[in-house]
């Protein structure tokens, strides 16, 4: 059974920082590209950041230059830097693992919760 176990997030006032962080098996983070999702109540899920198996990196505009995805390899882990938080940030976050053509693989999320 192929697990994400995510870790990080809380309560932090506007401005501060969080970092997440999601861990698997090393079969799952060789193969699978990663990516870290939110969910803010009453609004669709979104992609916030993914990353490449080679490293490539994305974020979306509205954390652009706050948000920082990274991975390691060697822990088999997916990082979320996240620096001056804003309330609207306030979500409940999950990592995802993905790979075109196979099954997608979901960690168990977590609340991020931004005070203004």
């Known amino acids: 059974q192929v697990q994400l176990v995510q870790s990080g997030g809380g309560l932090v006032q506007a401005g501060g920082s969080l970092r997440l962080s999601c861990t698997t098996s090393r079969d799952i983070f060789g193969l699978y590209n990663m990516a870290w999702y939110r969910q803010a109540p009453g609004k669709p899920r979104e992609v916030v950041a993914t990353i490449q198996r080679d490293g490539e990196d994305s974020v979306i505009a509205s954390v652009k230059g706050r948000f920082t995805i990274s991975r390691d390899d060697a822990k088999n882990t997916v990082y979320l830097q996240m620096n001056n938080l804003k309330p609207e940030d306030t979500a409940v976050y999950h990592c995802?693992?993905?790979?075109?053509?196979?099954?997608?693989?979901w960690g168990q999320g977590t609340q991020v919760t931004v005070s203004s």
């Open positions: 995802k693992a993905f790979m075109w053509g196979l099954d997608d693989y």
